[in-house]
């Protein structure tokens, strides 16, 4: 079993989820001259009761020489596991219209894009996106599951990759 790296649900109290908020920055990336060839990280984020639909905003900043940074939302479900416990394989599924949650790989070097992935019922898949603007994803989902699990994968040839940013999770009801 592969365990997610770690359990990011905010507003957590010994286990119980108190005081969940309408918008939460889940992470601050901060990663300065990467040195590995690949890094992928997994994160359990439990959904908050009451939410139908969200919208994950990745702001972030990438420099260097050939840095790449890939972005996908599943969603995160076992029967007896939860949070960091999820495996990072095998209880991902995909839970929405159009595929999986994926965006285009950034690519860009010294820019500062800012990508919406949106999903909920109702919403009208829309995949396209860019590797180096800003850009708008949408996933139609009738409901969403209980854990989502992010992951993102930063790579660099160079070993000077810088990743600067926020992840936050807007939540509509």
Known sequence: M????????????????????????IETIAITNQVAASTTINRALMVPTWANSFIALLDITITG?????DFTISGGQAATRFGATLDSTTD????????????????????????????GPGVQTDTTGSATVNSAYAFSAVTLPTWLIYTYITTDAADDADYNGTISFIWGK
């Open 92 to 119: 991902k599924f995909e839970f929405t219209a159009g595929g999986p949650m994926t965006i285009t790989q950034l690519t860009t070097a010294a820019s500062t894009p800012i990508v919406a992935v949106s999903c």
């Open 65 to 69: 020489t050939t840095p790449t940074m």
């Open 2 to 25: 592969a365990a997610v790296d770690s359990d990011v649900t905010p507003g957590t109290v010994g286990g119980a989820v108190v005081g969940r908020k309408k918008f939460e920055v």
